[in-house]
Every structure is written in C-alpha cells, then in structure tokens.
C-alpha cells in the first residue's frame, strides 16, 4: 500500500492532488539529519582506533596512516 501513494496521484473531493515525489529541501534535511552524524561517528571512531592502534600496539589502522 505504502508504494502505491509514491505512484498515483489521489483524488479528494474531486481535487486531482499531486503524487508525492522527492526535492531539493528532503536531500537536504536528509544529509543534515543522517548523513552528517553517521559521518561524524564514523570520523570519531576512526580516530579513536587510530590512537589505540598507533600508541598502544604500535601498529598503523584506519584513514590517518594514509597521510603519515
């Protein structure tokens, strides 16, 4: 049921309504609200496997050995 609103357009009392689609400002509320946090979590763990790699078991892990 859920697929079948993004694919028609419904009708309420006699008014055609558009479909449903996808703008600018949901891609934009979309990176604001999940892409950015999931980066910066994976920007944190990344440095905190870095510190614990590098210092205490000597060893190089993640993104930040590529620009040693």
């Not at 496997?49 to 040693?68: P, S």
Request: charged share 15%; proline share 3%; glycine share 4%.
């Amino acid at each position: 049921m859920a697929m079948s609103l993004l694919r028609k357009a419904q009708s309420v009392d006699g008014h055609v309504l558009p479909a449903r689609r996808f703008t600018i400002w949901a891609l934009y509320y979309f990176l604001l609200y999940f892409g950015v946090p999931v980066m910066v979590v994976a920007f944190l763990l990344d440095a905190m496997l870095y510190v614990i790699f590098e210092y205490y078991m000597d060893t190089c892990f993640g993104v930040f050995c590529l620009f040693e």
